[in-house]
């Protein structure tokens, strides 16, 4: 269990995080998401007790991370961001060394070094130098590295950046295994990463909290109509005319997007969120001499909801409001 | 105690897997060496050490420089500090830790040079007693120059300006006793500043606590000020 309050971290004049509070329960993985220089990384630090936060506090598992911190230490995992790793050392060697560092007993590190290089995919190469792995191994490397121990709560840092697809859905699906007996925090500007791996989101930007919640929730407290997703074939200023007489529409978005092969183009249809006008439409259009080629339901994506956070232009925060 | 050890035995074998330890032990026992076997041997005749600790006592210099420039400055350029510090081990434990395995290294080499007193014991008669304090001058004035190795590494990113740092430091203390002509309290303080009081006395075969306590007490503090450097280049 993690416990943030009110944690700020300043540079000179600049606040790097600036008051962040959250809450992360036991066995939930928290995506932490923020575009790059968002104060990711230095709230991960601070949480790690590599770096003392300016003010504010945090607990993990109970122990406060400045007035504790050899007890948190002993409860973390964490794979920072760009995967430091000492290159003179055998795989094997160092995550004995990492083992011993952690205060593993003599008895159990064996066994512990083991189920780490297994977890991680690192039999066959855990003889091999350090320097001479690829970015994939040392990614794994450095995760193995977090795991020993098995400590309660892990944080990462952008671990699946530098991997080839295939290396990114087996990190991937080993993160969200381990989300059932660890907490974990997942440090991402992978929208899709997050969505398919977290229970919970929180999105940072310019040091500051702008969300906190599920997915779902995300996207249900954003939504503030109903959308329908059309692919209509004719004049758009017709097609837009008609709609906007159907009752319940509200607007009518013309996307950007064309369908190359029917010919059609793409509007985003908003309407009350309390009643269904799909059928409505459908006629209005059919009536209207038009060609309707497609509808569905448009929900917003993880991408929409940051960009509708993050995007600090006028023009998007009205779109917000 | 066992997280110094870890610490300490992981930098002992990286030592071990670079040129580093080879490379230092080479050119130690090739000068150490030469003016044992030509000047004190061939030239001067006589059944003791004391010209050869002499040059020990600026050798060990650039040693020291050496074998400690990376200890911290090499962690902080790569990163991996971050790691080690998120690992449940106290500042002082690697600090200690670190310069242990750079005192051992040192210990190793050092003890390589036994062969010398072993070649005077066979063709002549050395008084080993003076031997003896010999080695515990030059042991503990190697623990003060890697003490002093290690807060220039704590201090730079870059293991060449930690061993710049660390040269200038301790040839600056160790010339003060050129100092030492101006006579008068002053010139004697220079004297005592640069080791060479508490290193020839020791090599002389006399014990003064005074000298003790002066060498114990400056790789404390090069330690502890070592240890304050990596705390606040975190409070940054």
Known sequence: MIEVENLRKVYG????????????????????????????????????????????????????????????????????????????????????????????????????????????????????????????????????????????????????????????????????????????????????????????????????????????????????????????????????????????????????????????????????????????????????????????????????????????????????? | MRNVATIASRELKSYFVSPVAYSVAFFFLLVLGGWFYFITVMNSHKADLFGTFNVLGYLSIPVAAVITMHLFSDERRSGTIELLMTYPINDWEVVLGKYMSSLLLYVFVLAMTIQYPVFLAIFGNPDWGVILTGYLGALLLGASFLAMGILASSLSRSAVTAAVISLLVLFTLRFLSAGSIIGGALGKTFYYLSFSGQFNNLSNGLIDTRDIVYMISFIFFALFTAVRVIEISRWK
Request: with cysteine; net charge neutral.
């Open chain 1, 13 to 321: 004049s600049t606040a790097a995080v600036d008051d962040v509070s959250f809450k992360v329960e036991r066995g939930d993985i928290l995506g932490f998401l923020g575009p790059n220089a968002a104060g990711k990384t230095t709230t991960l630090r601070m949480l790690t007790c590599y770096l003392p936060p300016t003010s504010g506090t945090a607990r993990i598992e109970g122990f406060d991370i400045f007035h504790d911190s050899l007890k948190v230490r002993k409860k973390i995992g964490y794979l920072p961001e760009n995967v430091p790793l000492y290159q003179d050392m055998r795989i094997r060697d160092y995550l004995d060394f990492v083992a011993r560092a952690k205060n593993i007993d003599a008895a159990d590190r064996k066994a512990s070094l083991n189920k780490a290089i297994g977890q991680c995919g690192l039999g066959d190469v855990e003889n091999g130098i350090i320097s001479q792995l690829s970015k994939g191994y040392r990614q794994r490397v450095g995760l193995a590295q977090a795991l020993i121990g098995e400590p309660e709560v892990l944080m990462l840092d952008e671990p699946t950046t530098g991997l080839d697809p295939r290396q990114i859905s087996e990190i991937r699906d080993l993160i969200k295994e381990l989300g059932q007996g660890h907490t974990v925090i997942l440090s991402t500007h992978i929208l899709p990463e997050v969505s398919m791996i977290c229970d919970r989101v929180i999105i940072i930007n310019k040091g500051k909290l702008v969300a906190s919640d599920s997915v779902e929730g995300l996207t249900r407290s954003l939504t503030k109509s109903q959308m329908t997703q059309i692919n209509v074939k004719g004049d758009p200023d017709g097609i837009k005319k008609i709609l906007k007489e159907v009752p319940g529409v509200l607007a009518v978005d013309k996307k950007h997007e064309m369908d190359l092969a029917g010919g059609g183009n793409v509007y985003v249809v908003h309407s009350n969120i309390d009643s269904d006008v799909r059928e409505e439409i459908a006629r209005a259009i059919v009536r209207g001499g038009f060609g309707l080629h497609e509808m569905r339901p448009y929900s917003l994506s993880l991408e929409d909801i940051f960009l509708m956070l993050t995007n600090e232009s006028p023009v998007e925060r009205r779109r917000l409001n």
